[in-house]
């Protein structure tokens, strides 16, 4: 399947703020149901024993940092986990959420692409924003990452392939409502990049050692630790 990208409904500087959110919880629900906050939570629990610091980039409504606060609650593991996002809306969600459940996130506005990221975190997180980039700006904000992180960078997205885009247009039609998720949904799948592309482009950033393999359903995940 060759890739494509089309510009993504939410990335639309001008989107409406209750269609944003309300794509947000779509999201948010399409994350929960599929576990993503599975495919990071292991290799930061092991990593957990002593403080752990967590940055989530493009983190929408935070609700990975939240599962991930959960998780860590409920194993009493000393995390302190922040998100940042380009949008307010994404950003004053996220607050909402997180102020909610009672957990301490910090969240703030940041353009990753265009400021560097800040060096203070032990983790840099991303998920699902990776196919939103062509690939000299993945290599980029990988190098971004790992110049930002002081133990480990782990990347999840979606992987392209015929099967992922029918499940991906399936879920995105039954679980929500929001006519951004079900366009942005199948239109991400044409967009990511395959296990191979991304061991390229993380082979370019100097990511040597990483490991980049398939999670189910339908998602890569890339792990590269400092050495
Ligand atoms: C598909 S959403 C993914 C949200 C979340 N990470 C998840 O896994 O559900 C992509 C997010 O990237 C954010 N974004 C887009 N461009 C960005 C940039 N240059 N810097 C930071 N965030 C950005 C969008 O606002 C959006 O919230």
């Known amino acids: 399947m060759p890739r494509v990208r089309v510009p993504e409904l939410m990335d639309e500087p001008n989107l ?3 269609a944003h959110r309300q794509a947000l919880a779509g ?3 399409i994350n929960a149901l599929t576990r993503s906050a599975n495919l990071l939570w292991p290799t930061i629990r092991d990593l957990a024993n002593e403080k752990l610091t967590v940055l989530d980039i493009a983190t ?4 990975i940092p939240l599962q991930l606060w959960k998780r860590a609650k409920r194993c009493a593991l000393p995390l302190a986990i922040s998100g940042c996002d380009i949008s307010a809306t994404a950003i004053e969600t996220a607050r909402a959420k997180a102020s909610v459940a009672g957990a301490n996130i910090d969240t703030f506005l940041h353009d990753v692409l265009r400021d560097p990221l ?3 975190y032990d983790v840099v997180t991303c998920s699902l924003f990776l196919h939103h980039l062509d690939p000299p700006d993945v290599v980029e904000l990988l190098r971004k990452m790992m110049l930002a992180a002081k133990t480990m960078v782990i990347v999840t997205d979606l ?3 015929r099967t992922s885009y029918s499940l991906v247009w399936i879920a995105s039609h ?4 929001s006519r951004i998720v079900r366009f942005d ?9 395959t296990i191979r592309e991304m061991q390229q482009m993380a082979a370019e950033a ?11 359903p339908c998602r890569m995940r890339l792990c590269w630790g400092k050495s």
């Open 174 to 177: 039954l679980l929500s409502r």
């Open 60 to 63: 929408g409504s935070g609700d």
């Open 27 to 29: 999201l948010a629900r």
């Open 16 to 18: 409406a703020a209750d």
């Open 118 to 120: 800040p060096t203070d």
């Open 206 to 216: 100097g990511m040597t050692g990483a490991i980049v393999e398939n999670c189910f």
């Open 185 to 193: 949904g199948p239109v991400s799948v044409r967009a990511a990049y």
């Open 159 to 161: 992987v392209r392939s």
